[in-house]
């Protein structure tokens, strides 16, 4: 079993008569399955094993209620039951990993935080803007895939240094670092999976392996039916 599996996790799952929703309140996740960001989120409830409600959205046809508690638009968004809105992934992370303790992908005094910052805002930048551009080379005509997979590179050469030195970007135990940015990874191999296997990037390979063949992984990606209002609601269960 590796690292990532022996993180605590949740399931998902339907209210019914032998599962009541709890009397408190609990935090809405409003979310879609397939959006990194949201997936980070989703990771991080996962290994803390916080409860809550789950709203999966259509992108297409985003709820008046997400809009109202936050009208930036994008997931992840969580409202807590005190109607504080978190709505970046990053913090809704540090909420979760912060709730029952210092979780252990803060690392010892949140060490972990501080140096993950650093790949977190390249991720969250000029990776991502070249992560877009090579998924739909067609909506950036300016520059070839290939060109765009170039850029994108730069920041796997990054990572691949650091997984030369540990099986994880902080050490040898999953980090907040890693969860905030493996789903971002996944994208990137996906877009032309025979390259990545190639490519020069052996420990970045079984570093994503290690997590899409985990049962965290497993978790964070389970399908749900779009949430209208006045659905039964879907509890993402903490364990």
Known sequence: MNNIEQRRHSGLRRNDDS???PAMPLPVLYSFR?????????SALIAVGISVELREIVLRDKPAEMLTAS??????VLVLPDGRVIDESWDI????LRTHGAHPWLGENECHVGAALP???????????????????ERFPEHSQAFYRELGEEFLVRLEEHLAVAPFLL???MSI????LLPFIRQFAAV????FASAPYPKLRTWLADYTESKLFMRVMQKFPAWQAGDTPIIFVGI
Do not use: H, Q
């Open 19 to 21: 599962n009541k929703i």
């Open 34 to 42: 397939r959006c990194p960001y949201a997936m980070r989120a989703r």
């Open 71 to 76: 009208p930036k638009g994008s997931v992840p």
């Open 93 to 96: 992370m540090l909420w979760a």
């Open 119 to 137: 790949l977190v805002a390249e991720n969250d930048s000029t990776f991502k803007r070249a992560l877009d551009r090579y998924k739909y080379p």
């Open 171 to 173: 050490g040898d135990t």
């Open 177 to 180: 670092a890693d969860a905030a």
């Open 192 to 195: 032309d999976p025979d390259w």
